[in-house]
């Protein structure tokens, strides 16, 4: 009998402590209505392809991550001429990095639905670290992360110091994910 109520104390332990460890963290995947931008005087534009996961726990931040992938060959500047020239060595070099990288390293709450997300940008090989401030939002099995931020165009060596191009470009974002 002491055997058994043993063997029964254990089995409902772990059923017990199994309940709290086998809730999944919501996973979800960038839908392509995203939107961003990148603003100036001059040049502005947007990049059309972007994909990556979002791992999101609102009870428990040191459990989310931000793994996103921006096809620089997709920006669209409004100008043909300009769009292919953000394509060479001296802008994007978009041979050889076709992609900018966003990795996260952290998320801190602001407000009631308000994160900074700090990470690692990459660009042409270069990896600085940022804050992104973002709003978010849930309905149903979407979420949504929209906001600014600025990066020094300089820092991973997109163009050359210029009268004519500010150094800090203003980036607009708007990341709608669904669950997956």
Same mark, same amino acid.
């Given at each position: 009998?002491?055997?058994?109520?043993?063997? !029964? !104390?254990?089995?409902?332990? =772990?059923?017990? *402590?199994?309940? =709290?460890?086998?809730?999944?963290?919501?996973?979800?995947?960038?839908?392509?209505?995203?939107?961003?931008?990148?603003?100036?005087?001059?040049?502005?534009?947007?990049?059309?392809?972007?994909?990556?996961?979002?791992? /999101? $726990?609102?009870? $428990?931040?040191?459990?989310?991550?931000? $793994? !996103?992938?921006?096809?620089?060959?997709?920006?669209?500047?409004?100008?043909?001429?300009?769009?292919?020239?953000?394509?060479?060595?001296?802008?994007?070099?978009?041979?050889?990095?076709?992609?900018?990288?966003?990795?996260?390293?952290?998320?801190?709450?602001?407000?009631?639905?308000?994160?900074?997300?700090?990470?690692? *940008? #990459?660009?042409?090989?270069?990896?600085?670290? +940022? #804050? +992104?401030?973002?709003?978010?939002?849930?309905?149903?099995?979407?979420?949504?992360?929209?906001?600014? /931020?600025? +990066?020094?165009?300089?820092?991973?060596? +997109?163009?050359?110091?210029?009268?004519?191009?500010?150094?800090?470009?203003?980036?607009? /974002?708007?990341?709608?994910? !669904?669950?997956?």
């Amino acid at each position: 009998m002491k055997n058994l109520r043993i063997t !029964l !104390l254990t089995v409902f332990s =772990f059923l017990f *402590l199994s309940a =709290f460890t086998l809730i999944a963290l919501e996973h979800y995947e960038v839908t392509q209505d995203f939107s961003l931008e990148f603003k100036s005087k001059d040049p502005s534009g947007s990049f059309k392809k972007m994909e990556g996961q979002i791992e /999101f $726990d609102e009870k $428990d931040l040191s459990k989310c991550s931000f $793994d !996103l992938k921006i096809d620089v060959r997709s920006i669209s500047t409004g100008n043909g001429m300009m769009t292919k020239k953000s394509q060479t060595p001296e802008w994007f070099d978009a041979v050889k990095y076709p992609y900018a990288k966003f990795k996260s390293t952290k998320v801190e709450k602001k407000d009631a639905n308000t994160y900074n997300i700090f990470g690692n *940008l #990459t660009i042409k090989g270069i990896t600085k670290p +940022v #804050t +992104v401030p973002a709003t978010y939002t849930k309905a149903g099995n979407k979420i949504t992360l929209k906001g600014t /931020f600025f +990066v020094n165009r300089l820092d991973f060596k +997109v163009g050359k110091k210029s009268e004519a191009v500010p150094d800090q470009m203003k980036v607009n /974002f708007e990341i709608p994910a !669904l669950s997956k």
